[in-house]
């Protein structure tokens, strides 16, 4: 599995993004970190990764969040209000990222709350969300079997660790989730998220630490990688 973790630079409040640079640092050999200062720039930047690493099957993004909401640097990246009939704000960069994504991709925002309801108080994500309608739109965009994922928590610097995202899973709400007419509540979310990415889950470098020896094949992508990085 690829797991490309991209965070942003040069946004406001730069503080909690560059606490978390510098923690994951450079990646490991199962997830690989870029730094991207506008949304325009992302599309080019997961090709150049795709040129080495090969198609992605998770892209991590990682900025400033809110409650429908992405930023990439001082811009919004993906952005949606509680109506699914609106557009999509970023839908024109998320067509340009499927050459290099494969066919069960996940994209995963990872600012704060971005997949919440109004309020982080409130217990069942309700239908109308913006946080919801946004992973929905970004899933209908990304199209195949690919999945939207984001936050239903604060994230800092806690979340992280040199393999990526480190959170549990029941810190994610899918597009596929979004999809239930009676939407999950707070106290059900973990089995229900689980179940859902069981398929993942033995995958996931941060659910399973990359073995001590690590392969030529492995290496030799990592060494690629940081040529295209520096």
Same mark, same amino acid.
């Given at each position: 599995?690829?797991?490309?973790?991209?965070?942003?630079?040069?946004?406001?409040?730069?503080?909690?993004? *560059?606490?978390?640079?510098? %923690?994951?640092?450079?990646?490991?050999?199962?997830?690989?970190?870029?730094?991207?200062?506008?949304? *325009?720039? &992302?599309?080019? &930047?997961?090709?150049?990764?795709?040129?080495?690493?090969? %198609?992605?099957? &998770?892209?991590?993004?990682?900025?400033?969040?809110?409650?429908?909401?992405?930023?990439?640097?001082?811009?919004? #990246?993906?952005?949606?209000?509680?109506?699914?009939?609106?557009?999509?704000?970023?839908?024109?960069?998320?067509?340009? #990222?499927?050459?290099?994504?494969?066919?069960?991709?996940?994209?995963?925002?990872?600012?704060?709350?971005?997949?919440?309801?109004?309020?982080?108080?409130? *217990?069942?994500?309700?239908?109308?969300?913006?946080?919801?309608?946004?992973?929905?739109?970004?899933? &209908?965009?990304?199209?195949?079997?690919?999945?939207?994922?984001?936050?239903?928590?604060?994230?800092?610097?806690?979340?992280?660790?040199?393999?990526?995202?480190?959170?549990? #899973?029941?810190?994610?709400?899918?597009?596929?989730?979004? #999809?239930?007419?009676?939407?999950? %509540?707070?106290?059900?979310?973990?089995?229900?998220?689980?179940?859902?990415?069981?398929?993942?889950?033995?995958?996931?470098?941060?659910?399973?630490?990359?073995?001590?020896?690590?392969?030529?094949?492995?290496?030799?992508?990592?060494?690629?990688?940081?040529?295209?990085?520096?």
């Amino acid at each position: 599995m690829i797991n490309l973790l991209v965070i942003g630079v040069g946004g406001h409040d730069p503080g909690p993004i *560059e606490r978390v640079a510098k %923690k994951v640092g450079r990646g490991t050999n199962d997830c690989y970190v870029m730094r991207c200062g506008s949304p *325009e720039h &992302l599309p080019q &930047l997961v090709a150049r990764a795709a040129s080495v690493l090969g %198609k992605i099957d &998770l892209l991590d993004i990682y900025d400033h969040g809110a409650v429908g909401r992405m930023r990439l640097g001082p811009q919004i #990246l993906f952005s949606s209000d509680d109506n699914m009939g609106s557009i999509l704000v970023g839908a024109d960069i998320a067509r340009a #990222l499927l050459p290099h994504l494969t066919e069960t991709a996940h994209v995963r925002l990872l600012g704060c709350n971005t997949a919440g309801d109004r309020d982080l108080t409130v *217990e069942p994500l309700i239908s109308d969300s913006a946080g919801r309608c946004l992973l929905l739109k970004l899933a &209908l965009e990304l199209g195949a079997h690919r999945v939207a994922d984001g936050t239903i928590i604060l994230v800092n610097e806690l979340a992280f660790h040199p393999g990526g995202f480190s959170k549990d #899973l029941t810190a994610l709400w899918s597009s596929s989730a979004s #999809l239930d007419h009676d939407p999950v %509540k707070q106290d059900c979310r973990g089995p229900h998220i689980q179940k859902f990415y069981e398929p993942y889950t033995a995958n996931l470098p941060r659910l399973a630490p990359p073995p001590p020896i690590v392969s030529l094949a492995r290496r030799a992508r990592r060494a690629l990688f940081d040529l295209i990085v520096v």
